[in-house]
């Protein structure tokens, strides 16, 4: 049986612990870099979210959830939204349309720093308690 002197056991501590926070670290997912929860009242036709930064420091995925909704229309909620990016002085580039049902949408990962915001495509008016964004 082998006996370990006293700085050689602080040594091994040493690098197990480091070890165990390493996998630890590892195997924590991925967070988004931002989110944002607020709620949707009321919109109708071309009404805009609020602006937010996305520095583009990951590789989130942009997305919009929405619970607890309701509408004016008799076949369902089903809210179109489509993603811009904010440019100064040029017209704000779209990143496509999608169709939230009271669920989520993504718009995948931005590869643009930016501002950014989403505007409410539909003809009738939507509700939702509460809006959740990630970036």
């Not at 017209?91 to 990962?109: A, L």
């Amino acid at each position: 049986m082998t006996f370990l002197s006293r700085d050689a056991r602080k040594k091994a501590c040493t690098v197990l612990a480091l070890a165990a926070t390493a996998t630890l670290v590892s195997s924590v997912p991925a967070q988004a870099e931002g989110r944002r929860v607020t709620y949707i009242e009321g919109w109708q036709y071309g009404r805009e979210s609020n602006r937010w930064h996305d520095r583009n420091n990951d590789s989130a995925p942009t997305k919009v959830h929405l619970s607890s909704c309701s509408t004016d229309k008799d076949s369902g909620f089903a809210a179109h939204f489509t993603l811009y990016r904010v440019r100064s002085l040029a017209t704000d580039p779209g990143y496509g349309d999608r169709v939230n049902k009271c669920d989520i949408v993504s718009w995948g990962r931005m590869t643009t720093s930016g501002q950014y915001y989403f505007k409410y495509q539909g003809y009738y008016t939507i509700t939702a308690r509460s809006v959740s964004i990630t970036w």
